[in-house]
């Protein structure tokens, strides 16, 4: 992969600082379609993707984003060839342990949403230790959508709050947006401003449909591995043309 020009490491000018959102959310689409139109195996677009992810990372960070929730792998992705779920698993597993000593270094604190629980031992163990050995960093929050379903989430979070209301801990009265965003894997993170999907294709695909109710979207049709600075530079510049009114 080639390195980005010094340039490109400063923000556009044509960007406004003071209006840059402040997390950003990406749904990684094309992997397979990329490999594919280069007679490659769909697990090399994968890889191809991990490259891309870490590109997006370091622009949030060089140009002050501070937080970016990455959709890896959703509830529905298990329907994939066994072939394919065992080799994402080993990829997750394998790029955090490869990324974790520069992660540390970087100030990146990394922290994962979805059902963890039903992941192989392996990759829980080396998620805990991730987000333990990054837990005080205090520079951008990479968060990693990992076995995520926005309304399996949703119904965690019910399931949670109808436990303490039937031990008595709480009454229906108190349930109001902010308690319930508490509940949710996302806590303490601030809702996404920008939604990117690559691939063309213009769907929410079940991710974080809580968290989105005023997310600003955007689709492009370039594959996830194609995805680079210049791309969420047209990105951010589409963001930035919006006028934010959230329903007033
Ligand atoms: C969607 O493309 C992509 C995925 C289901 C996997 C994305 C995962 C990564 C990029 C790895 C990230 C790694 C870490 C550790 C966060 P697709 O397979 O649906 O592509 P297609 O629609 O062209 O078939």
């Given at each position: 992969m080639t390195l980005s020009p010094?340039?490109?490491?400063?923000?556009?000018?044509?960007?406004?600082r003071q209006l840059l959102p402040h997390h950003v959310a990406v749904v990684m689409d094309g992997n397979g379609r990329w490999a594919q139109k280069r007679g490659l195996p769909r697990s090399l677009g994968h890889r191809q993707g991990v490259l891309a992810l870490k590109e997006l990372l370091r622009c949030c960070d060089d140009w002050g984003i501070p937080a970016l929730t990455a959709?890896?792998?959703?509830?529905?992705?298990?329907?994939?060839a066994h072939e394919e779920v065992d080799f994402l698993m080993t990829l997750f597993e394998q790029v955090l342990w490869q990324e974790l000593e520069e992660m540390v270094q970087q100030g990146v604190r990394i922290q994962f949403a979805g059902?963890?629980?039903?992941?192989p031992t392996s990759l829980q163990d080396t998620i805990l230790h991730a987000v333990e050995s990054t837990r005080q960093n205090q520079g951008i929050c990479l968060t990693v959508a990992l076995n995520y379903g926005g309304r399996q989430e949703i119904l965690q979070a019910c399931r949670s709050i109808a436990t303490l209301v039937q031990q008595g801990l709480l009454h229906p009265d108190q349930i109001d947006e902010a308690l319930f965003s508490?509940?949710?894997?996302?806590?303490?993170l601030s809702d996404p401003d920008l939604l990117i999907r690559t691939s063309g294709e213009m769907r929410?695909?079940?991710?974080l449909l809580w968290q989105m109710a005023y997310t600003e979207q955007y689709f492009t049709p370039i594959l996830w591995p194609d995805f680079d600075r210049a791309a969420f530079h047209e990105a951010l510049l589409s963001y930035q043309s919006r006028q934010r009114r959230f329903g007033k």
């Amino acid at each position: 992969m080639t390195l980005s020009p010094a340039h490109l490491l400063q923000l556009p000018a044509d960007l406004d600082r003071q209006l840059l959102p402040h997390h950003v959310a990406v749904v990684m689409d094309g992997n397979g379609r990329w490999a594919q139109k280069r007679g490659l195996p769909r697990s090399l677009g994968h890889r191809q993707g991990v490259l891309a992810l870490k590109e997006l990372l370091r622009c949030c960070d060089d140009w002050g984003i501070p937080a970016l929730t990455a959709y890896a792998f959703s509830t529905e992705n298990w329907g994939r060839a066994h072939e394919e779920v065992d080799f994402l698993m080993t990829l997750f597993e394998q790029v955090l342990w490869q990324e974790l000593e520069e992660m540390v270094q970087q100030g990146v604190r990394i922290q994962f949403a979805g059902q963890l629980s039903a992941l192989p031992t392996s990759l829980q163990d080396t998620i805990l230790h991730a987000v333990e050995s990054t837990r005080q960093n205090q520079g951008i929050c990479l968060t990693v959508a990992l076995n995520y379903g926005g309304r399996q989430e949703i119904l965690q979070a019910c399931r949670s709050i109808a436990t303490l209301v039937q031990q008595g801990l709480l009454h229906p009265d108190q349930i109001d947006e902010a308690l319930f965003s508490q509940f949710l894997y996302t806590t303490g993170l601030s809702d996404p401003d920008l939604l990117i999907r690559t691939s063309g294709e213009m769907r929410i695909s079940n991710f974080l449909l809580w968290q989105m109710a005023y997310t600003e979207q955007y689709f492009t049709p370039i594959l996830w591995p194609d995805f680079d600075r210049a791309a969420f530079h047209e990105a951010l510049l589409s963001y930035q043309s919006r006028q934010r009114r959230f329903g007033k």
